[in-house]
């Protein structure tokens, strides 16, 4: 018997997990004051990337003698740009349990051809960081986007350790609780949990990382992208807003707002409880019902950004195939867009839960949840 569809839908189906919904007060012409047509060298433009710049130390609470740049190529540049600047000084592990950090295996062992220590964990489960050399260089991925899992604190990582830490933060900046003491280089893209642009990376870099940066050349070519360094020591300008190439000013202005939007809001705490709020609405869900769960196995690891969920219900016939036809469903009816599981992740659904996200929607959105999954049970019984 077909289940009646809900009488209301979200306000905003948008829960893509990047780029993410808009801040809940964008409207494009709250962009008007962008530094449109001008020089990002001239002083408008300098001081709004400079702005952007402390905007985001003072709410993320950066501490004054970490540097902030913004790079170019969105958190792919500020993760490789990383990378490529300061790996190989030492021995180095990397660590990867879902798609983007298993990207970053691939940089270090076939690009830069590094005899890394590789040490992964499947989808929905960790690393265990405790059993971490930490006096390597160690990356990794705070918040797996595609797998739904998490760094749950930074406990693990000595503050007296010898390597740096590299940290893809992407999907955790402004949502979890980065312990800057632990990360050495934290990198994120502005598309992510404050609903910004892409293109644009932030790297973040401790007083250790610049000591390597200015203390070692790796041996490999350098484009003019990824150079920090001239005469070795450190470009400052980068991290004054003296960007290497030239920024969208628009993608700019547009952070400015979330970051003003953030300030109005209460800041980082406040970031953080709309992710967790949003998120438990999600988990409470699945703790009601026997045909969906979490992907991630170890409950202190369940992101509160990119949540994942698989179909656990035995009559599924084929899992692919039923997750794509539920996200489908629920994308033709405008209760929620983009929330299939990424391509290279098993089967199911990804819901973004970040900081822009409405709890009124993802409230909105889970009765439709239910709908389309028994909607898509009763169509598979009739093709069998
Ligand atoms: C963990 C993680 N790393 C890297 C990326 C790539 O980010 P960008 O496309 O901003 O370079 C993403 C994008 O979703 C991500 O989730």
């Known amino acids: 018997m077909a289940l009646d569809q809900p009488a209301t839908r979200p306000a905003n189906?948008?829960?893509?997990?990047?780029?993410?919904?808009?801040p809940p007060v964008f409207s494009l012409d709250r962009l008007s004051g962008a530094a449109l047509g001008r020089s990002h060298r001239a002083k408008v433009g300098k001081d709004k990337l400079k702005a952007a710049i402390e905007g985001t130390r003072e709410i993320l609470g950066v501490p004054a003698d970490y540097r902030i740049g913004i790079v170019?190529?969105?958190?792919?540049?500020?993760?490789?740009?990383?990378?490529?600047?300061?790996l190989g000084a030492r021995p180095c592990t990397m660590l990867a349990w879902e798609s983007f950090g298993a990207g970053w295996v691939t940089d270090a062992v076939k690009?830069?051809?590094?005899?890394?220590?590789?040490?992964?964990?499947?989808?929905?489960?960790i690393v265990d960081l405790a059993t971490v050399d930490f006096d390597t260089d160690v990356v990794f991925t705070w918040n797996g986007t595609t797998s739904g899992v998490r760094v749950p604190n930074g406990d693990a990582i000595p503050a007296d350790r010898a390597g740096l830490t590299i940290c893809d933060a992407t999907s955790a900046a402004f949502a979890q609780d980065l312990p800057w003491d632990k990360l050495d280089v934290t990198t994120f893209s502005w598309q992510k949990v404050m609903g910004g642009e892409a293109a644009?990376?932030?790297?973040?870099?401790?007083?250790r990382a610049v000591a390597r940066l200015e203390s070692y050349t790796p041996p490999w070519p350098m484009p003019k992208l990824f150079r920090m360094t001239k005469g070795g020591k450190l470009i400052e300008g980068i991290f004054e807003g003296e960007t290497i190439n030239t920024p969208s000013m628009l993608a700019v202005e547009d952070w400015l707002l979330a970051l003003d939007w953030g300030r109005a809001i209460g800041g980082l705490p406040e970031f953080m409880a709309r992710a967790d709020r949003n998120a438990q609405a999600i988990f409470d869900f699945c703790d009601a019902r026997d045909w969906i769960a979490n992907l991630a196995v170890?409950?202190?690891?369940?992101?509160?950004?990119?949540?994942?969920?698989?179909?656990?219900?035995?009559?599924?016939?084929?899992?692919?195939?039923?997750?794509?036809?539920?996200a489908?469903?629920?994308?033709?009816?405008?209760?929620?867009?983009?929330?299939?599981?990424?391509?290279?992740?098993?089967?199911?659904?990804?819901?973004?839960c970040g900081a822009t996200v409405e709890l009124s929607d993802i409230e909105a959105m889970l009765p439709w949840l239910?709908?389309?999954?028994?909607?898509?049970?009763?169509?598979?019984?009739?093709?069998?």
Not at 342 to 347: F, G, I, L, Q, V
Request: glycine share 8%; aromatic share 8%.
């Open 370 to 384: 239910d709908w389309a999954f028994h909607a898509e049970i009763e169509a598979q019984a009739r093709a069998a």
């Open 298 to 326: 170890d409950p202190a690891t369940r992101s509160n950004t990119s949540v994942c969920l698989k179909f656990t219900d035995p009559r599924i016939v084929d899992g692919a195939a039923f997750a794509k036809a539920v």
């Open 72 to 86: 170019p190529a969105s958190d792919t540049g500020a993760v490789e740009m990383a990378m490529w600047s300061l």
């Open 111 to 125: 690009q830069l051809k590094l005899d890394a220590k590789v040490v992964t964990a499947g989808y929905g489960e």
């Open 200 to 207: 644009h990376g932030m790297l973040i870099l401790s007083p």
């Open 328 to 352: 489908r469903r629920l994308e033709a009816e405008g209760a929620a867009l983009d929330v299939g599981a990424y391509r290279d992740a098993p089967p199911g659904l990804r819901i973004w």
């Open 13 to 22: 189906p948008r829960f893509s997990s990047g780029p993410c919904a808009k």
